[in-house]
């Protein structure tokens, strides 16, 4: 029996996840992977159970890649990947009743990560589809209608995968800028701990894309059911799973 659970946290690139995976360790009992030497402290650099080389996690690319979703029964539904996983993340984190993992592939591995680790919980970060397509231009080689179209493919994936989750939030990067408080208090409440001040002063980084290119009618259909239209972000409950009715009606009560 672990002493620890732990809270993944996924998105596509350029989403958000860094932000929220430092405010979830701003939790009290909430440790995280500190000094590492790897991008953003993301603990899929840190492991060698399941393979990660420049192929695996690209941007635009993994979250629709079938290899790269990894489920309940797949290559790496074993006790020897849980006990490799825990070895070699164990040095990088300290004491907590919780342990922070962001990594931008957890999108795609939260079944597996359900199935190995069955106390786990999952924060999916979710950006507006114009926004992340203008920011992750600079490192893709493609036009902005294909990279909505990818946001919107990977999405359906995971609308799919929380439907296999006993406890997972959805939280928006629009939510978090607009009231940093209201969202760390509603994580707390998900993970059934004492809230904190927020630790750092946060921007809004979609005001750095105002030309961002609109979604198609097409798109934004489908970008509904997450919140999003063309060149706006709409009025959203929050959305939570969690086995307890409490836990839920506590996320869902943060005004």
Not at 113 to 128: A, D, E, G, N
Not at 202 to 207: E, F, L, P, R, V
Request: aromatic share 8%.
């Amino acid at each position: 029996m672990l002493s620890h659970r732990y809270v993944f946290v996924g998105g596509l690139h350029r989403s958000g996840t860094s932000l929220t995976a430092r405010l979830i360790a701003a939790l009290p009992g909430v440790a995280a992977i500190e000094g590492a030497p790897v991008p953003e402290n993301e603990g899929v650099y840190l492991q060698g159970a399941i393979p990660h080389t420049a192929r695996h996690g690209a941007p635009m690319q993994f979250a629709t890649d079938p290899s790269q979703h990894l489920v309940e029964g797949c290559g790496y539904d074993r006790l020897e990947t849980r006990t490799r996983l825990e070895e070699d993340w164990a040095p990088w984190f300290g004491e907590g009743a919780w342990r922070v993992e962001k990594s931008p592939v957890n999108l795609t591995r939260m079944r597996l990560y359900q199935q190995i680790f069955p106390l786990s919980q999952f924060v999916v970060v979710t950006r507006h589809p114009e926004k992340v397509a203008s920011a992750v231009a600079k490192w893709v080689d493609c036009p902005a209608p294909a990279l909505v179209d990818h946001w919107l493919d990977a999405h359906d994936t995971v609308a799919e995968d929380m439907t296999y989750l006993h406890a997972v939030l959805v939280l928006r990067y629009e939510d978090l800028i607009a009231d940093p408080q209201a969202s760390l208090d509603r994580l707390a409440a998900f993970l059934g701990v004492e809230t904190a001040q927020i630790p750092m002063r946060i921007a809004n980084g979609n005001t750095d894309y105002p030309d961002a290119p609109r979604m198609s009618a097409i798109q934004a259909v489908r970008a509904a059911r997450w919140g999003y239209g063309p060149g706006e972000t709409l009025p959203r409950p929050p959305e939570v799973r969690h086995p307890l009715r409490a836990v839920r009606e506590a996320c869902q009560a943060v005004a």
